[in-house]
């Protein structure tokens, strides 16, 4: 089926970095979203963008986190600066629509380990 | 306050068996419910999924059960297969058009042969 792909899948950086995480979608997707899960935990929507804007961001949206897709490319997410805090795995997901109930596709993750 | 509760957190079955898996949830907004399956170093990947205007939703071996009335949904594995092995994860969204999905804690399930 259609793949998510997402580079790198493991970074290890130091507090007050930044970090660019990397998400290749589905190829004709047009809305894209990052989740966070921290070990153990529930996955939670971070948030969804759609022709070069934020549709909807949760409150784990912090100011230090954007979100961009320029020119088509990779669809990023960059935390600056980074806290410790933020260590997890980020997901991407893609979906074709972005009604409710349009099938979201996800990758397999990076994890994000902030010293 | 979590919106969508999953149990249980593990469950061991064997091989043949039904798995039953359990979430409910408290937005009376919600009215799509996915659920995923997600094996070791991949992401999720959607197994079954069922809107609020239905009750139940097969597919193969894969049933999913909603009640509006109790805000609760299930999923029904029957004959399991040690290749279901997996993490599940049921999750909620309404409909809006910003496709934000909420996920339960997930339930790690072990087919034993």
């Known amino acids: 089926g259609p793949k998510v792909l997402q580079i790198p899948s493991h970074q290890i950086i130091d507090m007050g970095q930044m970090v660019t995480l990397n998400c290749d979608p589905v190829?004709?997707?047009?809305?894209f979203y990052w989740y966070k899960q921290i070990l153990g935990q529930q996955m939670e929507f971070l948030v969804n963008?759609?022709?070069?804007?934020?549709?909807?961001k949760s409150k784990l949206f912090k100011d230090q986190f954007s979100v961009e897709r320029p020119d088509g490319s990779y669809f990023t997410l960059k935390i600056q600066p980074t806290a410790l805090e933020d260590s997890a795995v980020y997901f991407c997901?893609?979906?074709?629509?972005?009604?409710?109930?349009?099938?979201?596709?996800f990758g397999p993750g990076t994890r994000l380990t902030v010293l | 306050q979590q919106q969508v509760r999953q149990s249980p957190q593990s469950l061991t079955v064997w091989e043949g068996g039904t798995t039953v898996l359990t979430c409910s949830y408290e937005?009376?907004?919600?009215?799509?419910f996915p659920w995923y399956q997600q094996f070791p170093g991949e992401g999720p990947a959607l197994l079954i999924s069922?809107?609020?205007?239905?009750d139940k939703k097969e597919d193969g071996r894969f049933t999913t059960f909603f009640n509006k009335r109790e805000k609760k949904l299930s999923l029904h594995i029957i004959d399991s297969q040690p290749g279901d092995s997996a993490t599940y994860f049921c999750a909620a969204s309404a409909n809006t058009n910003t496709g934000k999905l909420t996920f339960g804690d997930g339930t790690v399930l072990t087919v034993k042969p």
């Open positions: 997901a893609s979906s074709l629509a972005g009604q409710g109930y349009a099938e979201q596709f």
């Open positions: 937005d009376s907004t919600f009215n799509y």
């Open positions: 963008f759609y022709n070069g804007k934020v549709m909807e």
């Open positions: 190829s004709n997707h047009l809305y």
């Open positions: 069922i809107l609020s205007v239905s």
